[in-house]
């Protein structure tokens, strides 16, 4: 699935700041349903925080403002962050659509020596397949954010977070963190994380954060996003 991205241009002027609020209107984040590095960049940008005409810039603003120095460790962005805030119009040409050119496997029409025409084909086909072998592999990963809920008021925050963060697995990669208020004086922990979908459960993950009884009383998938 291919989002759509829109340009905000020059985020210091009140059209940039107006066009970043028309997509924040429909939109919780920059890319996709969880915060990452296009978030940071366009935050960046702006000159401060946007005025109250502006009240979904606003609402992201300060959600973004929250994390504090955690922004800077949001999952990579899909696309460059100056894409965001340099107005340019449309993006350039995939380097992987250059490598999956197609290749004339057959030479001229006018080569009339069919030895001639097997060496060349045989030739280009073998510049073709070592082109694709030399072609990276894609990791497919997933940016989760999950809700951590401990027991009470009581419960050592930062000892749950940490016993959190201390689960080790091939794939997984840690994130920022913040606690948001739920009620009655009760803050819950919100963990964001990056995993590598073939080496990572989600579901085992949280199974994992779960087993930490003595400060966790729940965890759930609050949002993830493929990356």
Known sequence: HIIQLKMFGDLKSAAGVKALNEYLAENSYIEGYVPSQADTAVFEALSGAPKSDTPHALRWYNHIKSFAAGMKQFPKAQKDASAYTSGAAGAAASKDDDDDEEVDLFGSDDEEDDAEKKRITEERLKAYNEKKAKKPKVIAKTSVLFDVKPWDDETDMDAMKDA???????????????????????????????????KVSIEELGEKMAEFEDFVQSVDVAAMNKI
């Open 164 to 198: 959190c963060k201390s689960i080790e697995m091939d794939g997984l990669t840690w994130g920022a963190t913040k606690l948001v208020p739920v009620g009655y004086g009760i803050n819950k922990l919100q963990i964001m994380c990056t995993v590598e979908d073939e």
